[in-house]
């Protein structure tokens, strides 16, 4: 008996249509893994910096044979300036520059100074296990030099032994230079961001994407989408009240979400530092061009979702169609979290931009290194697919689809621009 | 001026071909049956005609109006019952009245169309309720309601007294007898036989996608010599 009712259960959920998703996101998120790459294996990677010895003194030769050792050294030389432009050429992480009096300063009692001008390539997660590795480099330079000086005498002041160089540094990202932050500060500061926005994005789509899925599938349950579609209203006025409703009760649910989230963020906060006072603040247009981001993503997700609506058949089928929109927003969280858009393949690069929700995920990063193009062209990509999942929408309206499940056949654009007329 | 015309429609879902030819005419203040067992085709001619489904050959007419080229305009003076239909279970009868005359017309048209259809909705208080708390035949007679207040020229309704107690059946038939009287024309579809003998002006009778006669009651019972119009329907079909 019990079996007989497993069997019917599995015939009825286990079909090709619950299947293709979950099979296209395996591999989907397969190939995203495999392209950011192993985070194990990059951290045992050798990082690759550019050193400037210009003290060649006893402490110095400790610090250049740690980081000749540890390492892979692409530039070793006396110009900063030389070595700094190779260093960006060769796709390296940081200059370390050694400068004159260095090894004298430690003789004296005094913290030597390493100059370390970062090239900050992304600011997602990832992007930051390099400069991980040389923060780590630091630190065995350090106990170089402490081991020499207990070695070498006892009347140095502990404080000093312990801790016998300071850093001074700067982070060269996209253009800008911001002096007084290493790229880990950078990064970690930006990261609030890495993550909050993605997130609140993917909840907005996802809530108001359900709202719009679901209507269409009550309008079928309840039996009022025939109704609906015989009253003296336009086919694309149905289709936009529905998206615009959808987006608006998205909005509201975001938001309260957005409240409890962002204070459960707040409490995990531990920089105090504020981006203002590196040239990294939003101006009120970037706040406009930011919010006109998320409402095209957002419409452009509820009209990807009403298309999706119509194949609904009920409230219940309804929920399982939210599944690709899900997991188109994951897959944008997940590499705009991880890896900034400059730093990621071309084939992810292409599918991050395809999907409208990564705009606003990534607007917030692109605006504070004035990279207006990005989220423009995002705001203009964005707009067109919310045009053309529009017109689907209201093809399909305008088709037997939404009825009987299957299409009669028009053929040709001008048909298509017709049924948006209607 | 007819109120539909409908020549030679065709209409097929994929490969199979639910209409296949048919047929008629309904007359302004008339009220016309289309009559046949299920799977005959008279859902799918209603839905034709009220510009839900595309038609894959022959032509229709909604007082001058063609089909599909100008569905707009057809929608402006036809209301049509589905058969299974149902309202927004969130919103009150009232409120349910109130969404669609706001598709109809002005402040004043919207008010006299509200009014209508609480009148004929009848369900006293309970209009204030959630149509999710309604019973079947409360929610017929607020559907009833909704698609006879907006006065259309032609309503088209779907089975108008399915799932309905006698009563409320009867109810029903006295309201669409009333509208007609105030010059509307029906055109619907039914199985129970003597509800179309009460309410039809005119009738066709259908079967697999095809008219296979059609007449006034009394026209069909004496072309089949038949006492009635379930024994003219059956006769007809063999």
């Given at each position: 008996?019990?079996g ?10 286990f ?33 690759v ?27 070793d030389g ?76 006892s ?5 000093l032994?312990?801790n ?68 003296p ?26 409240i ?5 963020m707040?409490?995990?906060?531990i ?59 994951m ?13 990621i ?43 053309i ?21 028009r ?9 948006f007329?209607? | ?10 209409k ?6 639910a ?8 007359k ?8 046949g ?17 595309q ?11 063609e ?26 009868g009232?409120?349910y009245?109130n969404?669609?005359a ?11 169309m ?18 999710d708390?309604y ?51 029906v055109l ?8 179309v ?9 259908i ?9 006034t ?14 024994e ?7």
């Amino acid at each position: 008996m019990i079996g007989n009712i497993i069997k019917k259960e599995f015939k009825e959920l286990f079909v090709l249509a619950t299947l293709i998703p979950i099979v296209v996101i395996a591999i989907v998120f397969g190939l995203v893994g495999q392209t950011i790459g192993n985070v194990g294996e990059r951290m045992e990677e050798k990082p690759v910096i550019g050193i400037v010895d210009m003290d060649d003194g006893d402490f110095s030769d400790i610090a250049m044979a740690v980081l000749t050792e540890k390492a892979e050294v692409i530039y070793d030389g006396s110009d900063a300036e030389e070595g700094l432009e190779e260093v960006r050429e060769e796709n390296g992480v940081a200059l370390l520059v050694v400068p004159e009096n260095f090894s004298q300063n430690i003789y004296a009692n005094h913290q030597g100074e390493i100059e370390i001008y970062w090239i900050m390539k992304g600011a997602g997660l990832m992007d930051s296990i390099s400069s991980g590795v040389v923060e780590g480099l630091i630190q065995a330079v350090n106990q170089g030099i402490s081991t020499k000086l207990i070695q070498q005498d006892s009347s140095f002041d502990p404080a000093l032994v312990l801790n016998p160089t300071k850093r001074v540094e700067a982070t060269f990202f996209k253009g800008k230079e911001i002096e007084g932050l290493s790229s880990s500060q950078l990064g970690n500061m930006l990261s609030s961001q890495s993550i909050v926005i993605p997130i609140v994005v993917m909840m907005l789509i996802i809530m108001a994407g359900a709202s719009v899925i679901s209507s269409m599938g009550m309008e079928k349950e309840n039996k009022t989408l025939e109704t609906l579609l015989t009253l003296p209203v336009r086919r694309s006025h149905i289709v936009i009240g529905k998206i615009v409703g959808s987006a608006l009760v998205g909005m509201i649910m975001a938001a309260i979400y957005m409240i409890g989230f962002s204070r459960y963020m707040t409490s995990f906060q531990i920089s105090d530092i504020n981006l203002a006072d590196f040239g990294l603040a939003l101006s009120m247009q970037d706040y406009l061009l930011i919010g006109v981001s998320l409402f095209t993503a957002l419409l452009a997700g509820l009209a990807l979702c009403i298309v999706l609506g119509t194949f609904a058949k009920n409230y219940r089928s309804a929920q399982t169609l939210i599944f690709p929109i899900t997991a188109l927003a994951m897959i944008s969280v997940f590499i705009t979290m991880f890896k900034d858009f400059d730093t990621i393949p071309a084939v992810l690069r292409i599918l991050v931009f395809a999907i409208p929700f990564s705009h606003p995920m990534m607007a917030m990063r692109a605006l504070m290194m004035d990279n207006y193009s990005l989220v423009i062209g995002g705001i203009a990509y964005t707009a067109v697919f919310t045009v053309i999942m529009i017109v689907i929408a209201v093809r399909i309206f305008n088709s037997d689809r939404l009825l009987t499940g299957s299409v009669q056949k028009r053929g040709g654009l001008g048909k298509l621009v017709w049924g948006f007329r209607r | 001026m007819k109120a539909v015309e409908v020549r030679e429609l065709v209409k097929d879902y994929g490969n199979f071909r639910a209409i296949n030819g048919i047929s008629f005419e309904v007359k302004e203040g008339e009220v016309f049956g289309l009559i046949g067992p299920n799977g005959a085709g008279k859902t799918t001619a209603l839905r034709v005609i009220a510009t839900l489904l595309q038609i894959t050959s022959g032509s229709v007419a909604v007082f001058g109006y063609e089909l599909p080229k100008e569905a707009g305009e057809v929608r402006k003076i036809i209301s049509y019952l589905p058969e299974e239909a149902g309202a927004y279970k969130n919103l009150t009868g009232k409120d349910y009245l109130n969404f669609i005359a706001k598709f109809f017309g002005d402040r004043e048209k919207f008010q006299n169309m509200v009014q209508r259809g609480l009148e004929i909705a009848n369900l006293g208080e309970r209009i204030n309720d959630k149509v999710d708390t309604y019973s079947k035949g409360m929610t017929r007679r607020l559907l009833v309601g909704r698609a006879l207040m907006v006065n259309p020229r032609l309503a088209i309704l779907d089975e108008p007294t399915s799932g309905l107690d006698v009563l409320n059946a009867q109810e029903v038939r006295r309201i669409i007898n009333s509208s007609v009287e105030a010059g509307v024309a029906v055109l619907l579809s039914s199985h129970n036989m003597l509800e179309v003998e009460l309410l039809c002006h005119r009738i066709a009778l259908i079967n697999d996608g095809k008219i296979v006669a059609s007449g006034t009651a009394e026209e069909l019972k004496k072309e089949y010599d038949a006492g009635n119009i379930e024994e003219a329907f059956v006769k007809a079909i063999k």
